[in-house]
T-cell receptor
Framework: DAGVIQSPRHEVTEMGQEVTLRCKPISGHDYLFWYRQTMMRGLELLIYFNNNVPIDDSGMPEDRFSAKMPNASFSTLKIQPSEPRDSAVYFC??????????FGDGTRLSIL | QKEVEQNSGPLSVPEGAIASLNCTYSDRGSQSFFWYRQYSGKSPELIMSIYSNGDQEDGRFTAQLNKASQYVSLLIRDSQPSDSATYLCAVKGTGTASKLTFGTGTRLQVTL
């Protein structure tokens, strides 16, 4: 079975640019999660969706961050404008209801 | 107080020994507990789930849960160099659907 698929794997861009991260969850999983991981703060939940509807976005750091899930097989996390402090590894994970989450390989984002 | 606490390590054990990793959590109503392994530069990988008090064994891994003490642990028997990784404790709290809160992880080093 295909796992959670994220793209791109690596992204390097200059501050002020728009960044879009993409995620395809495992088929049949009705929950989708976006995380950010840094050495200082560890793994932080940014937002999660249930059946394509955002449930909890309290972890989104500020208005520069937005996430959408237009259908059951695709989600995006957008940062506009990007800043150097947004540099991190961003993970997408999915799960069925009440089941453990499975993570994608992540996107390593560097903002110069 | 952090919701899920782990000693950051590194925890160093010789090959063949038992590695013991510990985690405490603050939400007394938490029902589901997970251990993820994360190799450097890779994504978290689920290795154990535990839902009730006592022990849950899978091969060389044993998860132990004590809800009264709000404590969950992971034992790795016959530790191998390939077990060297960061181990993340994750807890699903009350009323949070499938949302997990992660500890910052314990880095395990298995020495030859």
């Amino acid at each position: 079975d295909a796992g959670v698929i994220q793209s791109p794997r690596h992204e390097v861009t200059e501050m002020g640019q728009e960044v879009t991260l993409r995620c395809k969850p495992i088929s049949g999983h009705d929950y989708l999660f976006w995380y950010r991981q840094t050495m200082m703060r560890g793994l932080e939940l940014l937002i999660y969706f249930n059946n394509n509807v955002p449930i909890d976005d309290s972890g989104m750091p500020e208005d520069r961050f937005s996430a959408k899930m237009p259908n059951a097989s695709f989600s995006t996390l957008k940062i506009q404008p990007s800043e150097p402090r947004d540099s991190a590894v961003y993970f997408c994970a999915s799960s069925p209801h009440q089941q453990p989450q499975h993570f994608g390989d992540g996107t390593r984002l560097s903002i110069l | 107080q952090k919701e899920v606490e782990q000693n950051s390590g590194p925890l160093s054990v010789p090959e063949g020994a038992i590695a013991s990793l510990n985690c405490t959590y603050s939400d007394r109503g938490s029902q589901s507990f997970f251990w993820y392994r994360q190799y450097s530069g890779k994504s978290p990988e689920l290795i154990m789930s535990i839902y009730s008090n006592g022990d849950q064994e899978d091969g060389r891994f044993t998860a132990q849960l004590n809800k009264a003490s709000q404590y969950v642990s992971l034992l790795i028997r016959d530790s191998q160099p390939s077990d060297s990784a960061t181990y993340l404790c994750a807890v699903k709290g009350t009323g949070t659907a499938s949302k997990l809160t992660f500890g910052t992880g314990t880095r395990l080093q298995v020495t030859l």
